[in-house]
């Protein structure tokens, strides 16, 4: 990497951190690390759910996902998250808002009893800590290869730079780092996006070379028989399942509207998301296809490369620095929001609940901070385990695909059927989740495919045993359910 | 596979895609007034979340109609 470059991307590095830690004199209790003191205005929510949002590894993967399937791979910013995030904000924000928790698993332990918060708050945190052993060794990886350092070293800095404000200033400095880092990830993905299409002489020659050999690459819908994206998948599986789970019920997503200043700016956070959320694909979908007019000779696992071919065959001394930096951006914005999620379902839907319940609230505020170390540690710890049994974190990452179907499932009925009970929630939750398991495990279902059935198995066994059993009292739905809350403005 | 299911023609994603989007839009200007915005610190035209969802809405129909 040259001077230029590497100066570029270590300003960045020392940035970050040092501007993170500012927000640490502004934490004093557990509300304040947590929720960010319950004072985030909406221009921040939406720079931070996007910068959470999007990862190092969708800049790698969604460009790999262009080069090999085309302009498909977009769908998952588009259909697959747009009408999402329009009905988490109109109709699931404003009742978390609302009952004034701090996780979704909390809401729904409200909701439905104590067994589905702790196993929603289990499974959450499990699939964190495999996540985020795979995005430090992302990061460890990335710095490895364009710092030269090894990558021992790079796990620790990478420990370091984000721990630094993560652990002191909690969700207001992880908020706060997370809008420099969102736009920084912009400016880099679109310069390369641009460089990239004016170095072929612009859209439509773009287009006349790819078209001639992948003619479906600029067709969104794919066939019902294509391995990865039938559109049947894409409709049922991701757009009308995954991606509400994804939007509605993901505590990293939605922890940032949980720390509103008030229900509209929770509201606004998310609608406001939506725009860069709708030109995302051209920071990270775009430079696949760009990669594919410029070399169409990466084969079978190299097609991932694409991202990486193109910063290092098309880029000038400067620029490449800056889209090292918005890359490192797009991984550490993701890293520090999972972890102080990680922490926060531990400390309020765990540690809090089940071991000590009567501490002050300056107990809980530590325990906060001891839990982010540890988290770090252990992603520190796992993350070369990554490299020895890929098998496990696939798995482990693509454990996600088996409970979100039925937690959106349970989400849903407990806030809009007042009829929906206890029993119907814990036995939706865990039929879902063994539906799913069965799918995959045992038939090697598509995850998309996995996703829409466990969904309508939960919500099939929610209706049915909640008829089943006696109904919830009406005092205890209050605030929790369409029609027992915000009277006259439903 | 089912037969019927691969023989369905790829603009009939498309045009469910189109009215996924265009009913969220119409849906949202279904919300009353006081819902939009509640909490807000005043009634400002560009405070009714209504017109940002419906703007993206219509580049999504654009964009799916195109490709």
């Known amino acids: 990497m040259h001077g230029i470059d590497m100066f570029i991307v270590i300003s960045y590095l020392v940035a970050i951190p040092a501007f993170g830690f500012y927000f640490k004199r502004f934490i004093k209790t557990g509300q304040d690390y947590f929720l960010a003191g319950r004072m985030l205005p909406f221009w921040v929510i939406s720079m931070s759910i996007i910068g959470t949002q999007i990862g190092a590894t969708d800049f790698v993967g969604a460009a790999g996902g262009a080069y090999r399937f085309g302009i498909a791979q977009a769908h998952f910013e588009w259909i697959g998250a747009l009408p999402a995030m329009m009905i988490s904000a109109l109709l699931f924000i404003p009742y978390y808002w609302k009952a004034g928790v701090y996780t979704v698993p909390e809401f729904l332990g409200k909701r439905y009893n104590l067994t589905v918060r702790i196993m929603l708050a289990i499974l959450w945190v499990f699939w964190m800590i495999f996540f985020l052993g795979v995005l430090f060794w992302t990061a460890g990886l990335m710095l490895n290869e364009y710092l030269g350092l090894p990558i021992w070293l790079c796990l620790v800095a990478t420990a370091l730079i984000v721990g630094i404000y993560t652990i002191t200033g909690g969700l207001a400095a992880v908020a706060m780092t997370d809008v420099i880092q969102t736009v920084v990830m912009f400016i880099g993905g679109i310069a390369l996006s641009a460089l990239g299409v004016w170095a072929l002489g612009g859209w439509t020659p773009m287009v006349e070379k ?96 694409a991202f990486p071919w193109l910063i290092k065959n098309l880029l000038p001394t400067g620029l490449a620095g800056l889209v090292f930096a918005s890359f490192m951006a797009a991984l550490i914005s993701s890293v520090d929001s999972i ?94 989740v063994i539906c799913s398991s069965i799918l995959f495990w045992g038939l090697h279902w598509k995850f998309l495919d996995i996703a829409w059935w466990s969904f309508m198995t939960s919500v099939i066994l929610n209706i049915v045993i909640s008829l089943l059993t006696p109904a919830e009292p009406v005092e205890k739905l209050k605030n929790l359910v369409y029609g027992l809350v915000m009277t006259g403005d439903e | 596979m089912a037969e019927w299911l691969a023989n369905i023609p790829l603009y009939v ?43 993206v809405m219509i580049c999504q129909i654009a964009v799916y109609l195109y490709f």
Request: hydrophobic share 50%; glycine share 8%; net charge positive.
């Open chain 1, 210 to 305: 790819i078209i001639p050999t992948n003619p479906q690459h600029f067709h969104l819908f794919l066939p019902v028989d294509h391995d990865t994206y039938p559109w049947t998948g894409v409709l049922f599986g991701l757009a009308f399942v995954m991606s509400p789970a994804w939007w509605c019920c993901n505590q990293a997503m939605i922890q940032r509207a949980l720390g509103a200043r008030s229900e509209w700016d929770a509201k606004a956070g998310m609608v406001f998301a939506m725009f860069p959320k709708m030109l995302i694909p051209f920071v990270t979908v775009l430079p696949g296809l760009i990669a594919l007019a410029m070399n169409p000779n990466l084969l079978g696992a190299n097609m991932d490369k």
């Open chain 1, 339 to 432: 972890l102080n999620s990680t922490a926060t379902l531990l400390t309020r839907d765990i540690y809090q609940r089940l071991f000590v319940r009567d501490k002050p609230d300056k107990h809980y505020l530590d325990v906060g901070r001891i839990l982010t170390l540890v988290f770090i540690i252990l992603a520190i710890i796992l993350a070369p385990l990554t490299k020895l049994f890929p098998g496990i974190f696939v798995a482990g990452a693509t454990m996600l695909s088996l409970f979100q179907g039925p937690t959106f499932g349970i989400t849903l009925l407990g806030i809009y059927w007042k009829r929906a009970t206890r029993w119907g929630g814990m036995f939706g939750l865990i039929g879902g």
């Open chain 2, 13 to 55: 994603p498309k045009i469910i895609a189109v009215l996924v989007f265009a009913g969220g839009m119409i849906w949202t200007w279904r919300r009353p007034k006081s819902f939009i915005y509640k909490d807000a610190p005043d009634h400002k035209r560009w405070r009714d979340l209504r017109i940002w969802i419906t703007f």
